[in-house]
């Protein structure tokens, strides 16, 4: 599960969500996303929409992550997260999910879901 966990964070990251050949070694070429909206995204489209993601101080506050086996190649991760600005306010509440695939070049993302929630306590 650690490296899943290191995987998902990572992704988190704007350095990484800037780095095309980082992002596509974590993300499966058949990559989807729901996102809060319920839009649909695969790989290509968000490809073109992080290489205009503008820079915002602040991180995601990953926690409470669970992972569960649903093959021999597959987990599912799942988890709470918020967005931290630099002023210390927190928002964008969420509940994440993520289906991990093991390829033959690593675990790579296979699918996610985050989905507006209230809010809850972070927990340090």
């Known amino acids: 599960m650690d490296i ?13 969500r800037q780095n095309v050949s980082k992002v596509t070694r974590l993300l499966h070429p058949e990559f989807v996303e729901v996102g809060a909206s319920g839009k649909r995204y695969d790989l290509q489209a968000i490809l073109e929409m992080l290489a205009f993601e503008p820079y915002e101080a602040g991180f995601v506050h990953p926690q409470n992550f669970q992972c569960i086996t649903v093959g021999p190649d597959s987990r599912l991760l799942t988890y709470e997260a918020a967005w ?14 993520s289906l991990w695939q093991q390829t033959e070049i690593g675990w790579q993302l296979r699918y996610h879901q985050g989905t507006s929630c209230d809010a809850f306590e972070l927990i340090k």
Do not use: C, N, P, W
């Open 4 to 16: 899943l966990i290191t995987q998902e964070v990572a992704l988190h990251q704007y350095q990484v």
């Open 84 to 97: 931290v600005y630099a002023d210390g306010k927190v928002d964008a509440f969420s509940r994440r999910a």
